[in-house]
């Protein structure tokens, strides 16, 4: 009998999706995020959703509200109001020794595997492939986040053209004021 507990705690912790869990990046004005379970105007019924909040009432920043808490953090993490991190690393994905453009494209490789098994899985309908389903949202979720911060981390020409024409704009806004 203990041995059959030990088995399923093993199996527990050896779940994909519990590795998946993402941490919450800090908001652009350098305070901690946190997530927090509350009812939205928006959800149906009153339901209780899941949404990232800047720790600093006068910052104002929070992510949208999602069903699960991990799609919460990752909305955040990969949104502008998040504070990227340096050194980003995907669990089920190695992009190490990778130049940019190399980890732009397997990360948009990934991401069409993803987006096809996911569509499978929904035209097949079996009952049984909810926690595959779901673990294929969380890891499409990661790649997109990913892909948010490779964009930013290894821009390419005709992007930073569009930032350039961002800033500049910006500037000429102040200058005005």
Known sequence: MKST????????????IYELKPEINFCTCGCEARLLKERSADSEKGKLRYVVRCLDEMCGHQGRYTQYPWQAI????KSPMSEFPEDFRIP???????????IRQ??????????????QLRAEK??????????????????????SWAKLKFP???????IDENEGAEESNVQEA
């Open 5 to 16: 507990r030990i088995d399923n705690m093993n199996d527990i912790n050896e779940n994909p």
């Open 74 to 77: 990752l909305e955040w993490n």
């Open 92 to 102: 089920f994905l190695t992009l190490t020794g990778l130049g940019g453009e190399e």
């Open 106 to 119: 397997k990360l948009n490789e990934h991401r069409l595997t993803l987006e096809q098994k996911i569509k």
């Open 126 to 147: 079996v009952s049984g492939n909810t926690e595959e389903m779901k673990i294929a949202r969380l890891q499409l979720m990661w790649v997109i986040y990913a892909q």
């Open 156 to 162: 390419r020409e005709d992007e930073l053209a569009v």
